[in-house]
Each structure stands twice: as C-alpha cells, then as structure tokens.
C-alpha cells in the first residue's frame, strides 16, 4: 500500500477540502435543527473552518510537485470523478425537486459524496477516504430513515453527521501532514 502514502501537501489540501465542506455541512445542518443543536452546529462550523485554514497553510507551504494529482494522468482521473459526483448531484438534486421531495435532497448530496471517496482514494493516496465514505454514506441512509420515520429534518442529521465526519477526518490529514514534515525534518 505505498502507492496510498500522502505528502504533506496532500495532507494539507485534504485538511482543507474536508474543513471547507465539514462547515458547509454544518450550515447545511442548520436549515431546521432543533433549538439546543444550533449552537453546536456553529461550533462545528468554526472548528471546520480552523481544520480547513490550517490545511491551507500547511499544503501551500508544501511543494507542489509531491501533490498526488501533479501528473497529467491522475489529474484526469480526480477531475472525471468529481466531474461523475457533480452530475450525479445535480441530476439527483433537480430530480427530488421536481417530484417535490426537496427535503431529501441532502440525503442524495450526502450519499453520492460518501461513494466517491471510493474511486478517490486510490487516486489522492489517501487510505482514510474509504472510512470516511463508509461514515458518510452510512449518514445518508440514517437521514433517509429518519426523514421517513420521524419529525428530524433529513439536513440535519446529514449537517451533523457529514460535518462531524468530514472535520474529524480533515483534522486526521492535518495531523498526518504535520507529522510527516516532523520525521522529515532533521
């Protein structure tokens, strides 16, 4: 598994990747929480946020020529990924408010966002992508049935199971850059 070892650079652009969308979670999260979960969906925000800038410093600090996707081919492959996951998102969104089901929306968000840390992983060397799409594929279902069988909102188990999961797995990057630049350096 070499091949899925990240520089420091990747592990400072994946901090700052899942920080950014750890906080947009969690806003996502506060369409229509219950009074007492709001100020922890902020909180949540703020601490992505914290991950995200942390992960700019240290992956721009980087050099750029150790990013998983510097080379032409693997550039190709994350741009056809992301580009599948945006159609995807999109198709699937547009469907859901056309039948009129626009509170599960996020639930399909989530879910296509979960599956393509799959392909992903391989393609940035990051072996914790594939926990983190198991939690957040997973966050999606626990949205569609609490949707379905209860009075929460679908956005906000997905703000806070999403955010939760994407911060915590960006501060795992960061934490991985910074100590790959400690070993490295004399």
Known sequence: MEKLRQSRRDGGITA???GFF?????????AAPPAWLSPWLTVGSVAALLVAIAG???GFTSPASTA??????AGR???????????????????????GQADYIPVWICAVVGVHFVPLAAVLRDRNLIP?????AATAVVALVAG???????????????GLSLTVFGLLALIGALRAKAITTP
């Open 16 to 18: 700052l990747v899942e």
């Open 148 to 162: 379905l069988v209860t009075d929460v909102a679908p956005s906000t188990v997905t703000g806070v199971g999403a």
């Open 68 to 73: 998983a996707i510097n080379n032409r081919e």
């Open 77 to 99: 492959r994350y741009g056809i990924i992301v580009g599948v996951e945006f159609g995807l998102a999109g198709l699937g969104a547009a469907l859901l408010g056309v039948l």
């Open 22 to 30: 750890g906080a947009a979670w969690f806003g996502w999260g506060q």
């Open 132 to 136: 983190l799409a198991v939690l957040v």
């Open 56 to 58: 700019a410093v240290v």
